[in-house]
């Protein structure tokens, strides 16, 4: 993206306030979607044990 934005003759200061904010929610919301996936798995294999994932296995 910033070859687009400085091709596009966006200012520094506008482009680097997007970039920082863009990052933070993409750094945020990877980091709750890798948690709740972790929790939802776990509450998962508990719940079907070793015989019901291991049939869920390819």
Do not use: D, Q
């Not at 596009?8 to 200061?13: D, F, K, L, Q």
């Not at 482009?15 to 904010?21: D, G, K, L």
């Not at 929790?39 to 869920?56: D, V």
């Amino acid at each position: 993206m910033p070859y687009a934005a400085g091709s596009s003759g966006m200012p520094y200061r506008r482009f680097i306030r997007y970039s920082t904010a863009a990052s933070l929610i993409w750094g945020v919301s990877t980091v709750a979607i890798g948690y709740f996936a972790s929790a939802a798995a776990t509450a998962f294999l508990h719940s079907a044990g070793l015989a019901g994932t291991a049939t869920l296995a390819p």
